[in-house]
């Protein structure tokens, strides 16, 4: 059972455009999400997260929206350049619990 | 700047040996988890620890058991490795919950493990 999932396995986006990168969840008790980004032979590391009593936040380059209604958020990276193609991964959990759920990943390759 | 250190970068093992895979970290952290990254799959939860020698299952602790006997060290134990065990292995670290929002989890770069 999927509790968080994205459509997209895959996605190109040109360099200087938006990418955008989207989950859905089903699990309503999840109040706090956040995005993780890893390399090749490297661990995820952390991108930017948001809590549900927020619809936006954002970090440089990196903007994350978060719809409650419709249990989707997504990542907005404006302009994508070379070096943000990973694998992207969201997250959800219920506020105060450590255990994050992810889920599948985005694989991201930005075009030169 | 949090370093979490796997011991191994690529694991091969033959069905039904015993196998450890090691995982340390240097910033006194009181929680350690074990994911396992498969394709289409994303990260999956194996174990949670949460002090020395607490733990609790994740959602695919079959097969797993896990052993923290010092708060730097976890281990994840596969008893009788499986061909279905043939993954990605990623161990991380993090504060108790409200300590670092901004960072909640920091990975180890991972054991690519191989059961023949």
């Known amino acids: 059972d999927q509790q968080v999932k994205q459509n997209s396995p895959s996605l190109s986006v040109q360099e200087g455009r938006i990418s955008i990168l989207n989950c859905d969840y089903t699990n309503s008790m999840f109040d706090y999400f956040l995005w993780y980004k890893k390399y090749p032979a490297e661990g995820p590391t952390f991108l930017i997260s948001?809590?549900?009593?927020?619809d936006k936040n954002e970090d440089g380059r990196f903007t994350v929206f978060l719809n409650k209604s419709a249990k989707h958020l997504s990542l907005h990276i404006v302009p994508s350049q070379p070096g943000d193609s990973a694998v992207y991964f969201c997250a959800a959990t219920p506020f105060g619990n450590e255990k994050l759920t992810f889920g599948t990943g985005t694989r991201l390759t930005i075009i030169p | 700047d949090v370093k979490v250190t796997q011991s191994s970068r690529y694991l091969v093992k033959r069905t039904g040996e015993k196998v450890f895979l090691e995982c340390v970290q240097d910033?006194?952290?009181?929680?350690m988890f074990w994911y396992r990254q498969d394709p289409g799959l994303g990260l999956r939860l194996i174990y949670f620890s949460y002090d020395v020698k607490m733990k609790e299952k994740g959602d695919i602790p079959e097969g797993y058991s896990v052993s923290r006997e010092k708060k730097e060290r976890f281990s994840l134990i596969l008893e009788s490795a499986s061909t279905n065990q043939t993954s990605m292995y990623l161990c991380?670290?993090?504060?108790?919950?409200?300590?670092?929002?901004?960072?909640?989890?920091?990975f180890g770069n991972g054991t690519r493990l191989t059961v023949t």
């Open positions: 991380a670290s993090s504060l108790p919950w409200g300590f670092d929002l901004n960072s909640p989890l920091h």
């Open positions: 910033m006194d952290h009181e929680n």
């Open positions: 948001i809590s549900s009593i927020k």
